[in-house]
């Protein structure tokens, strides 16, 4: 690990060209974030724990039966607060993915990576969970860093045996309840308690997600929110200089000097030119501690300026805080702001750029809702027996055979009834469907009847209306095959 004397060597424009987690030889600095403190860190931590509640509580909460999120891959359902989703409703979740990107979009452009420092499962479950039981039994990042150096004594082996053995539990933990969400409490349930030979996709994906999550929060770490988040990488073309982030008033805070140097300066016992200010040089509030580079977990110092790297933890701003407490100042020489505010002392929030984007995604909101508002209950498709051709009856009938096929997305039981409404014919059922079961699909087959006069010809389109307890829920349309020199349309 880069200490902070090194850091302090390093030319100061250089953050620009190297990554904090990489050394000159391209192996990974360590990083050892100091505790955070703070009010920042209380009220992030109550939120942590709200949504760490409603993470577990998750899979257990139900509506009308079914689980308030289920992304069923293997049988293509998914559940969405509650609204159940089918592969026929793709353009639903195109539309409505469209929409949540935007929104993304539109709240990075206003309050920058608030998300990832409040909200982000990652953050949440590697500061407020991992860390915490790292701090808990390795101590603190001093205690952390003597800690490695020392060799593999008794008390190395069974400090970095008793974390990992937790940090592996934990990710079971959240693999387990990762596999919930995906293919629901009660499946999972089953491979839990069922003889593991009858489960073997289902526990081997398990371990394979348990051995995932213990990677990441055991080692990957913040390597996750730097190479693997495509919303951490996005981040340049959503931010402008009206963006809402965690930022040093360098107005406030430049030029910065060590309170060893001031005394220094007080005392008369070093001039400015020997300490490497200029001779007007007037100081800020920064006393260089380096008390908000200490607590980064991301490595980063942040008076270099918003920074890729940055997740907006809020570390720095309780760190700075308590030092300006210190030393009697104002707090928020790190505080949430704007490049604007910092340096014009304007805020602007609906800039044009935040009300196009805004526009747009009200325009697609309603379009979603709408669209959900007046998709079918039902979705029945009736396609002709591939391979068949039209069969030749008594007294100038002409029939066709057909595969029917409903879905109910309700998540009641339906009635199902089929009428031909055009043009005038009869509908004979091969395999009666008279009810399909709720978040279910019933299949048959259908003999279609029409008398040569009803015909138009080779191709006849044919209108049938589904009705559920008398009332007409679908109007679908499906083509009958006929003879070519049938001339009767004319
Ligand atoms: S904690 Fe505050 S005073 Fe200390 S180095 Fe950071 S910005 Fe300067
Ligand atoms: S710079 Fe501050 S807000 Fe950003 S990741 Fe580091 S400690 Fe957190």
């Not at 195109?94 to 993304?104: D, E, K, Q, R, T």
């Not at 309700?410 to 709720?438: N, R």
């Amino acid at each position: 690990m880069a200490s902070i004397e090194e850091d302090k060597r390093i030319n100061k424009k250089q953050f620009r060209d190297h990554l904090s987690t990489v050394n000159e030889e391209g192996k990974r600095n360590w990083i050892y974030p100091k505790k955070p403190s703070g009010r920042y860190y209380k009220a992030r931590n109550f939120v942590a724990v709200l949504l760490l509640a409603f993470f577990f509580a998750g899979p257990f909460i139900t509506i009308n039966g079914n689980p308030l999120l289920l992304i069923d891959i293997l049988n293509r359902k998914f559940i969405i607060f509650g609204v159940a989703f089918w592969p026929q409703d793709l353009h639903l979740l195109v539309f409505g993915m469209l929409a949540f990107i935007l929104f993304i979009v539109v709240f990075t452009a206003i309050f920058g990576r608030l998300f990832c420092g409040w909200a982000c499962p990652q953050t949440i479950f590697m500061e407020m969970v991992f860390r915490r039981i790292e701090y808990w039994i390795e101590g603190d990042a001093a205690a952390q860093i003597r800690l490695n150096r020392k060799p593999w004594n008794f008390e190395k082996i069974w400090k970095k045996t008793t974390k990992h053995g937790v940090f592996f539990a934990m990710a079971f933990v959240i693999s387990n309840l990762f596999l919930a969400y995906i293919i629901g409490k009660d499946q999972l349930f089953q491979i839990i308690t069922d003889p593991p030979s009858e489960h073997l996709a289902g526990l081997s994906a398990m371990i394979v997600f348990s051995g995932v999550f213990y990677g990441v929060f055991a080692f990957m770490r913040e390597q996750v929110c730097h190479f693997v988040c495509p919303y951490g990488r996005m981040q340049s073309v959503m931010l402008d200089n009206n963006s809402i982030n965690v930022m040093y008033d360098y107005k406030r805070g430049e030029t910065r000097a060590s309170v060893k140097d001031r005394y220094k300066l007080k005392n008369r016992k070093a001039t400015l030119e020997d300490l490497g200010f200029s001779a007007d040089e007037s100081f800020g509030d920064c006393i260089d501690c380096y008390q908000c580079v200490k607590v980064c977990p991301m490595g980063i110092d942040i008076r270099n300026g918003t920074q890729l790297e940055c997740v907006h933890c809020t570390a720095c701003i309780d760190a700075c805080d308590d030092v300006m407490e210190k030393i009697n100042k104002p707090r928020g020489l790190i505080r949430y702001s704007s490049e604007n505010a910092i340096r014009d002392e304007k805020q602007k929030i609906l800039t044009p750029r935040v009300a196009g984007y805004s526009s747009i995604l009200l325009i697609l909101l309603i379009t979603f809702v709408t669209m959900l508002t007046l998709r079918p209950d039902t979705e029945t498709t009736i396609l002709r027996e591939p391979g068949t051709l039209y069969q030749e009856l008594p007294d100038n009938m002409y029939s066709n055979i057909y595969n029917l096929k409903v879905l109910n997305k309700t998540f009641e039981d339906i009635s199902f009834e089929l009428k031909l409404e055009h043009p005038e014919g009869e509908v004979v059922s091969l395999g009666d469907v008279e009810s399909v079961p709720a978040q279910n699909s019933a299949e048959g087959r259908l003999l279609i009847k029409l008398s040569e006069q009803n015909l138009s010809g080779a191709q006849t389109e044919l209108t049938f209306g589904v009705y559920s307890n008398g009332e007409k829920i679908e109007t679908i349309t499906s083509g009958f095959l006929g003879p070519s020199n049938n001339n009767s349309s004319q």
